[in-house]
Each structure stands twice: as C-alpha cells, then as structure tokens.
C-alpha cells in the first residue's frame, strides 16, 4: 500500500522553528516530486512548496519564501520542510503529496496535481 507520513508538528512560539518529514512507505520517492501543502481552519489548501524527484529544483509560495527550505534524502525515503521564523498565520495541517517527476513551476501549488497525499500534520503558532 502506497502511504505518506507527516510529522514534526506540534506547537511553537512565534519566530520559532520546526522540522516537518514526509516518509513514504510501499514504494520509492525516487521519482516522485514532493509538495507541501497547507490547510488553515475555513480556509482551502495552500501551495507551501514543492521539490523535484532529484532534488534539483525547488519551488516555494511568497509567504514562505526566505523562511522555509524544502529538501530531501531519497536514501532515508524521506522529504523535510524546515521551517523558520514561524509566524501565527502558519498555524495550519501541514500535508505532503507526490506527483512523478517534476513540481510544474508556477503550478506546483495546484493540488490536483499531485496523486497521493498525507494525512497531515498540526502546527500551531502560538504564544
């Protein structure tokens, strides 16, 4: 079975850090792009960035940009979003998903895109 696994949320205190993992078991992310995408209570689901199957190229939203770095280790099977300097309106459900290959540019935050996702991870921002 195909599966994605969040974790790493929890509560931070605003300008803090966390670390999310996206680990898949059943099969490789070799060759697959991973996104992260976010979900905010009444609000829809975000693009929050997105990174090649080699790792060669990123893509991230504006609001996260120069914050948050995405990378991965295809050896552990896992894709990390490192996120700094955390604000209150990151408070969401951190997910991760994967589509073959490549992250589509400008069109990595468009969630139909991707074939298999996460079951998501809380982070709250909070003093």
């Known amino acids: 079975q195909l599966q994605l696994v969040e974790s790493g949320g929890g509560l931070v205190q605003p300008g803090g850090s966390l670390r999310l993992s996206c680990a898949a078991s059943?099969?490789?992310?070799?060759?697959?792009?991973i996104g992260w995408f976010r979900q905010a209570p009444g609000k829809g689901r975000e693009g929050v960035s997105c990174?090649?199957?080699?790792?060669?190229?990123?893509n991230y939203a504006d609001s996260v940009k120069g914050r948050f770095t995405i990378s991965r280790d295809n050896a552990k099977n896992t894709v990390y979003l490192q996120m700094n300097s955390l604000k209150p309106e990151d408070t969401a459900i951190y997910y991760c998903?994967?589509?073959?290959?490549?992250?589509?540019?400008?069109?990595?935050?468009?969630?139909?895109?991707?074939?298999?996702w996460g079951q998501g991870t809380q982070v709250t921002v909070s003093s």
């Open positions: 998903a994967a589509k073959p290959r490549i992250c589509d540019g400008d069109y990595f935050n468009q969630a139909l895109r991707y074939n298999y």
């Open positions: 059943g099969f490789t992310l070799d060759y697959y792009a």
């Open positions: 990174i090649s199957s080699s790792g060669g190229s990123t």
